[in-house]
């Protein structure tokens, strides 16, 4: 293969230290004969509405990943285009490689596009290597699913600590238990000190990106104080800083939600190893030698490898099972489109009011503010599920298709007949009020069910039991929740339908901005 001269495509969010194709390449034709291809694609960055900080650090990322392979003595094309089939084009008229190498990628559509007609499109062979960048791809933990079966997340996770022998006694989970879950789950104590997360000053070339997005009338969000790791020397550091400063109370404190901090004890590294500044097991080995040394806790630790080795690896898994049908997923025929409040953060629902504004501002929720105020609330009110997924897309700064599909429409939105999460995730006020202080300096009322003050994801609440009660009564997990249903005399079940429908209604007529 020395006669030959290989091109290696490298994905924006595919920026691994040790790319596959890239060893491969190096390893077969040596280092003179490799073009190393980049492309920032015009189609991809319209695509949707991103936020003006997830386009900053992509284009950013990508910059610096082909500055470093340069001062690694690689030739480097670094190309701007319509799309990356235009892009690719203009590369081999340039260069002329004999044939393409790159990693398969990690969502749907740009994985077709690399295996179906793209080497006859270019007329050059094309090596689409395995996709690196998750530890299911090492080891498939259930290789034949039956169709439509449940393979549940506990199981997958038992099963990847095994192989991966990560917090493993021999045979037993480390510390004698599996799931911590039990010491975590707590709300924030009022006098416990805020941590404080890492923040990267922009270089020049962050700056020169910083100039090219503002001038992108598509976007979303605030471009202000970006200050994101775009290195893998920064995004390595950024992980250090969490592992010594917040992984201790990771644990207690992951589903506590504040006014007061946006970030809690996360981690903040799902920007970086979604695009291969990290990797998911040196997340994992760096936790669990925290553990080794004494430095943290086990209920924090299993609690964050279960984050990364189970949910995340989980999450790709079915990704994959389930594509393309969870595209058109919509198990609860949920057709409302999305709010005006959700682009604009203005609501009088204390809780949406921040955590909207916090995703405008920054582009990042935590784990629960998606889950329990965004989904629960578009789960409660009807919206249809492709709406919420685009709107997640938008607006975050780790969002990409792989893990947006099965979070939201699967997780979030139990859209996906309950293959990912068994029993819908809804709550009324109740659970809001309990895990954050956003109800205290709310206009609505946490305990009140129905009538002017009464909290929406109260009525909004019961309005959905009510109106799936057969549905939900069938599932064995809910089963219990929906007794309280039958306690509901019929006065109260009509002025809770009445006050929903009546409240929905007037959510549609909400103004979108150019108006
Ligand atoms: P931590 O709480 O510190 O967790 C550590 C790591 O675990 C994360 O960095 C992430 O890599 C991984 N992780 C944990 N849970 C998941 C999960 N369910 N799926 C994938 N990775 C997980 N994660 C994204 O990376 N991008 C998204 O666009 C995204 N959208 C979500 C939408 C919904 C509706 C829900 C319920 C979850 C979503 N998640 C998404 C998962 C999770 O909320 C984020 O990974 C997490 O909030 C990122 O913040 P962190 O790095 O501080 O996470
Ligand atoms: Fe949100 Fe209701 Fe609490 Fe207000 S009262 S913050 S709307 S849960």
Known sequence: MKDQCVSVWILGDQLLRNHPALVQATKTVGIKH?????IE???????????????????????????????QGYQVDYVHAADFLVGLRQHIETHQPTRIMTMAASEYHTRRFQEAGLADGLGLPVDVLPNTQFLVGRFDPHPEPKPGKRYVMENFYRA?????????????????????????????????????????SSDAITQEVIQ?????????????????????????????????????????????????HPTLFHSV????????LLEPLEMVQAAVEAYEQDQAPINSVEGF?????????????????????????????????????????????????HVVSRAIETGYNHHIERLMIICNFCMLAGINPQQVNDWFLAFYIDAYDWVMQPNVIGMGLNADGGRIATKPYISSANYINKMSNYCGGCRFKHKQRVGEEACPFNFLYWHFLITHEKKLRANPRFGPSILGVG??????????????????????YYKTTSE
């Open 34 to 38: 490799i073009q190393v291809v980049l």
């Open 212 to 260: 090219q997005v503002a001038s992108y009338e598509h976007a979303t969000g605030t471009l202000e104080n970006f200050n994101l790791a775009v290195t893998h020397e920064q995004a390595q550091q950024a992980l250090t800083d969490f592992i010594e400063q917040r992984l201790h109370d990771f644990g207690p404190y992951e589903d506590a939600m504040s006014t007061r």
């Open 160 to 200: 990847m600590r095994r192989y991966f022998d990560v917090l493993m006694d021999g045979d037993k989970p480390a510390g004698g238990e599996w799931n911590y879950d039990k010491h975590n789950r707590e709300p924030l104590p009022k006098h416990i000190e805020q941590p404080t997360i890492p923040a990267y």
């Open 305 to 353: 490898v279960r984050q990364v080795l189970g949910w995340r690896e989980y999450i790709y898994w079915q990704y994959w099972q389930q594509m393309p049908d969870l595209y058109k997923a919509n198990d609860w025929n949920a057709t409302r489109p999305l709010p005006q409040m959700f682009w604009d953060g203005q609501t009088e629902m204390n809780c949406i009011k």
């Open 269 to 276: 590294l799902s920007p970086y190893i979604n695009i291969g």
């Open 487 to 508: 306690r509901i005399d019929s006065t109260e079940r009509e002025a809770i339908q009445r006050q929903s429908e009546h409240f929905l209604a007037k959510l549609e």
């Open 41 to 71: 694609s015009d189609g991809r960055i319209a695509q949707q509405p991103y936020h003006r900080k997830k386009l900053v650090l992509l284009l950013s990322a990508m910059r610096h990943y082909a500055a470093a392979l340069h001062e």
